[in-house]
């Protein structure tokens, strides 16, 4: 199955589902960062736990409606990370609990 988008890093081969973060890695700039991010929204507190070294479990304190939760994950990694809000972007999964995400 072949995937693409309008990010210009989102042509890529998905053999199966496991193998999606490693095929992606493989084809994207050295100089980003993906982490697979697991959601849970409505969260009493916002929070970041790493699961492994690749991925992250984010406590999101927002609804996941209308994109809120998603503009709260920003937020939250934005902190975590100290980075700009605006350097980080959600390359899959925008209406999926399991996102990739992308730092700088």
Request: hydrophobic share 40%.
């Amino acid at each position: 199955m072949k995937s693409s988008g309008n990010h210009p890093y989102h042509s890529f081969e998905l053999k199966q589902k496991e193998s999606f973060s490693l095929e992606l890695l493989r084809t994207y700039p050295e100089n980003f960062l993906l982490i697979k991010v697991s959601v849970k929204a409505n969260a009493k507190q916002p929070r970041v736990e790493a699961l492994d070294e690749s991925t992250l479990i984010v406590y999101v304190d927002e609804l996941a409606v209308e994109g809120r939760a998603n503009k709260r994950l920003l937020e939250i990694l934005s902190d975590h990370y100290n980075v700009p809000k605006s350097q980080i972007s959600i390359v899959r999964g925008a209406k999926s609990a399991e996102k990739i995400v992308e730092l700088p």
